[in-house]
């Protein structure tokens, strides 16, 4: 059974040791033309992929969306026709579960543009050095102007560049 994968460039550079960075980020390359052609295929879009090396194993996750959202069945479409293709492919190091799903609710962003269409709603940011002694900033996404991204938090504005974000989400209004 295959299931989710998503392309997480910064949390494997996070997690692997320097001399394998290079390596996950050409995995990450490669993943993305296996898999860009499938999904828009189906008539849905990549929203993102991880690629998270985990001692013998590594979890590869890919998510999709489309207009409506992605349904269960689209991830498991997404699934069958990758993954007997990824298993077989020479370039993917060792064994690998395979994960497909939406991004969900609490969507996490991938690219500074996928934010756009989220202005004034709550997002949580996770840098990965402090800035002003804070490693996490939640408040309402103000502005994306390139690669920055300004939220208000409290009432402050705080202009945090895309290089500083190590992880940033939508917070859900239950």
């Known amino acids: 059974m295959w299931s989710t994968f998503f392309l997480d460039f910064q949390t494997a550079m ?6 394998s960075r290079a390596r996950s980020e050409e995995i990450l390359r490669h993943l993305e033309l296996l898999v860009l052609p499938v999904v828009h295929g ?3 879009d990549l929203w993102g992929l991880e690629y998270l090396p985990l001692g013998r194993k590594a979890l590869i996750r890919i998510y999709i ?7 269960i069945d689209q991830c498991a479409m ?7 293709a990824l298993e077989i492919d020479e370039r993917l190091p060792g ?3 395979l994960e497909v799903s939406s ?7 991938f690219k500074p543009e ?3 269409g989220y202005l004034g709603r709550t997002v949580q940011a996770q840098l990965h050095e402090p800035l002003e002694g ?5 408040g309402e996404l103000s502005a994306v102007d390139g690669s920055t991204v300004t939220l208000v938090e409290n009432g402050a504005s705080v202009a945090l560049d895309w290089d500083q974000i190590k992880k940033i989400h939508l917070v859900h209004a239950f």
């Open 14 to 19: 996070q997690t692997s040791p320097p001399s």
């Open 42 to 44: 189906l008539g849905l």
């Open 65 to 71: 969306d489309a207009e409506s959202g992605a349904t």
């Open 78 to 84: 997404v699934s069958r026709q990758l993954g007997p």
């Open 95 to 97: 064994a690998f579960n």
């Open 103 to 109: 991004p969900g609710l609490e969507r996490r962003f």
């Open 114 to 116: 996928q934010l756009q």
């Open 134 to 138: 804070c490693k996490s900033y939640r």
